[in-house]
């Protein structure tokens, strides 16, 4: 699952109005609050991406599952770095 749906906002306008900061938010937030509801464990990883844009991939998984997470990380990292992961 993709970790955040949208690129890292720009800090001035969440300063400036509660309205951007509380919509913002909730869209950041959106996608790991499943996990976080459910008591799972995830962690991200950034993809290789000819885009100059910061593009990652989350690896998810059940409560307790942390080494199998972290092992499936490991191997996916490696796909997606050529083996350099």
Do not use: W, Y
Request: proline letters at 11%; glycine letters at 10%; hydrophobic letters at 40%.
């Amino acid at each position: 699952m993709p970790t955040v749906p949208v690129v890292p906002p720009l800090l001035q306008p969440l300063q400036d109005s509660d309205d951007t900061f509380f919509a913002t938010n909730g869209l950041v937030l959106r996608n790991p609050s499943v996990i976080n509801f459910l008591d799972g464990c995830a962690l991200n990883l950034p993809c290789p991406s000819d885009s100059k844009l910061p593009v990652g991939i989350s690896i998810c998984g059940s409560r307790g599952a942390d080494a199998r997470v972290l092992a499936i990380g490991r191997a996916v990292e490696a796909l997606l770095h050529g083996g350099q992961g």
